[in-house]
Structures are given as C-alpha cells and as structure tokens.
C-alpha cells in the first residue's frame, strides 16, 4: 500500500499537485492569523466565517510549494489565475482534500499500489 499524498488542482491548463509535508505545515502555521492550522480549517468549512485573504492565500502558497510544481516567485500569479478559473469553494475543497490526504487533517488514506 502507498499513500495517496496530493489532491491535483488545473490552473491556467496545467494540472498542479497540492500537497502538504510536514515542512510546509509548520511554515504555514506560521503565516496563519491564528497561528493554528485546525482552528483555520474548522473555519474555512464554516459558511459563517470568513477566512481572511491572507490565510487563504497562505493556504493555496504553502499546499502549491509542498506538491513541488511550483516555484515560490510563480504563486502570486497562479492564485490569480486560480480565482479567475475557479470559485473560492472549489479551491478550498481542493485544500481541505490536500490537508487530509497529506495527514495534516485526519488521517491519510491508503491506496493499493500501482503495478508495473
């Protein structure tokens, strides 16, 4: 078995890995506003919350970085591209996907293995 680690998310006609290692969580939390990554997601899924930019653009900066597609000076481009090509709900998914299947939100789930 392996672990199925990235959520995938297209932006500008490529398809981009957003993933999470425990590297890129910890320079995240450190961005948050409430320096806390669950307290942040716990919000972000609640519709009468709104999560400040900054968070989520952290979110979307730190999930890119850690699936290894994008440079860091790409980012501010891509999260433009992003908003234009999809709705916020969409990318948060695609984030809250990224957090579990990295294990940084529940636990990580299990895939069988592709044969050669």
């Known amino acids: 078995m392996v672990f199925d680690i990235y959520e995938k998310l297209k932006i500008d006609g490529k398809e981009y890995k957003l993933c999470y290692p425990i590297e890129q969580i910890?320079?995240?939390?450190?961005?948050?506003?409430?320096?806390?990554?669950?307290?942040?997601?716990?919000?972000?899924?609640?519709?009468?919350?709104?999560?400040?930019?900054?968070d989520f653009y952290a979110l979307f900066k730190y999930a890119l970085l850690g699936g290894g597609d994008a440079a860091?000076?790409?980012?501010?481009?891509?999260?433009?591209?992003?908003?234009?090509?999809?709705?916020?709900?969409?990318?948060?998914?695609?984030?809250?996907s990224a957090l579990q299947k990295s294990g940084a939100v529940g636990k990580p789930k299990k895939v069988k293995a592709a044969k050669a």
């Open 26 to 54: 910890a320079r995240l939390e450190s961005e948050l506003r409430s320096g806390n990554l669950l307290l942040t997601v716990v919000n972000m899924q609640n519709p009468d919350v709104l999560i400040s930019v900054g």
């Open 72 to 96: 860091e000076e790409d980012i501010p481009e891509l999260f433009r591209y992003a908003k234009c090509e999809h709705a916020d709900k969409e990318i948060v998914q695609a984030i809250v």
